[in-house]
């Protein structure tokens, strides 16, 4: 058999009769959801429930009998329950329901067992690590608030940190806060205010419950979404005793919506103070300081050298002064002496030179001989016969030249 064409197209029968077939041959299937919605018509066989995903915006209708229904005396809308069902194909409507064979309740003993498992997980995937919690701004700017609306939590968080903080600026979501609806607009609204480049903290506040009740706050796609979330969140859910998955994965865990209505803004009043106290600190120490200084400069003042400071330059230009004496009589000292020896050595020059023999009528003569040899005259009585005598002064010095020459006439000897 050739398939469908534009030309040839199957009719909507026979498409709907080959889903059915081809569902028809699935076996049965253990699910787990929560129920929603019971719908048992009185004198009909058939009780409709509307099982959902808790974890996502996926529900499926889930049909059995009457007599499955009364032996579950404690399902209600928002049991958690696991339904062994086979899928079925209604033709006339073209919808898929699940027929259920057996309903088993999910007991607080198997709900808890699963968070634990849970919380093992994520522990093990280092989404609990200290190391990846990040400190609230001390100040901020807005605070994105997730809860239910009109609930207790909103009022507590709104009160306590308006009168600790009266100027924050708050944008709030309401969502649900149990049930089957919880965990995805608890995570659109995470999503929403994370994006928000305002909002620099998120608070998630709920009030206390059950197990059940704050079950949504233990899910493994909203421990990720916080985890994955950039801005900082703040886990307020329940009371003290009351732990939740998200009290580990968030920045902050605050014991109660009261807690973290005082811990998302500081306190206006223990500010100012720590204010005051820190400006008359700094005025104490600023004070302390000048008063140092000031007793420093006293001090300073008071020594001699700054009491009357040209009586020691009258001092020193005193010994300079007395230096500058010492130094001329030194000086002239020392020119005294030098000029009585000069004039002492002058006069020993004077006393031993040739002028000072002529002035007392002596003279050195030196002759030449016939030999050639050098001699001194003694007296003009030694003297050869017929030398002659040529005495010549220059420079005051008296120069007597012996020639060995005759005298011509009339020149003396």
Wanted: aromatic share 4%.
């Amino acid at each position: 058999m050739t398939g469908p064409t534009a030309e040839e197209p199957w009719p909507v029968r026979t498409v709907a009769r080959k889903i059915a077939e081809w569902i028809n041959r699935l076996g049965t299937v253990w699910v787990e959801g929560q129920v929603t919605q019971i719908s048992a018509r009185p004198g009909t066989g058939t009780a409709f429930l509307t099982l959902r995903d808790p974890a996502a915006d996926v529900s499926m209708t889930v049909t059995c009998s009457m007599a499955l229904m009364r032996a579950q005396p404690t399902l209600a809308e928002g049991a958690r329950v696991v339904v062994n069902a086979k899928p079925t194909f209604f033709m006339n409507r073209g919808t898929i329901s699940l027929r259920a064979e057996e309903i088993r309740a999910v007991g607080i003993g198997e709900l808890l067992a699963r968070i634990e498992r849970l919380r093992r997980l994520l522990a093990a995937e280092g989404l609990f690590a200290r190391e990846r919690k990040r400190r609230p701004p001390f100040l901020p700017n807005c605070v994105g608030l997730i809860t239910g609306r009109a609930s207790a939590a909103e009022r507590d968080v709104l009160a306590n940190a308006r009168a600790r903080w009266p100027a924050v600026r708050f944008r709030i979501e309401n969502v649900a806060v149990q049930g089957a609806l919880a965990v995805p607009q608890i995570v659109d609204a995470l999503s929403a205010l994370d994006r928000d480049p305002a909002v620099d903290v998120i608070v998630i506040a709920r009030g206390g419950g059950s197990v059940e009740d704050l079950l949504p706050f233990s899910d493994e796609a909203l421990c990720r979404a916080v985890s994955a979330c950039r801005t900082p969140v703040l886990s307020a859910i329940g009371h003290e005793p009351d732990t939740p998955l998200l009290d580990h994965v968030a920045d902050v865990r605050c014991s109660t919506p009261t807690d973290a209505g005082k811990r998302v803004v500081p306190d206006v009043a223990e500010e100012t103070a720590r204010v005051r106290q820190l400006r008359d600190r700094a005025r104490r120490a600023l004070h302390g300081w000048v008063d140092r200084e000031r007793r420093l400069l006293d001090s300073l003042r008071s020594r001699p050298v700054l009491a009357d400071p040209l009586t020691p330059l009258d001092r020193h230009a005193d010994a300079v002064q007395a230096l500058v004496g010492r130094a001329r009589r030194a000086v002239l000292g020392r020119v005294s002496a030098e000029t009585t020896a000069l004039a002492a050595t002058r006069a020993r020059l004077t006393t031993l030179g040739p002028a000072a023999t002529l002035d007392r009528g002596y003279a050195v003569v030196q002759f030449t001989d016939a030999d050639g040899t050098a001699r001194v005259l003694r007296s003009l009585e030694d003297a050869p016969e017929g030398t002659l005598l040529r005495v010549r002064v220059a420079d005051g010095a008296l120069h007597a030249v012996v020639t060995g020459d005759r005298e011509p006439a009339g020149e003396g000897r």
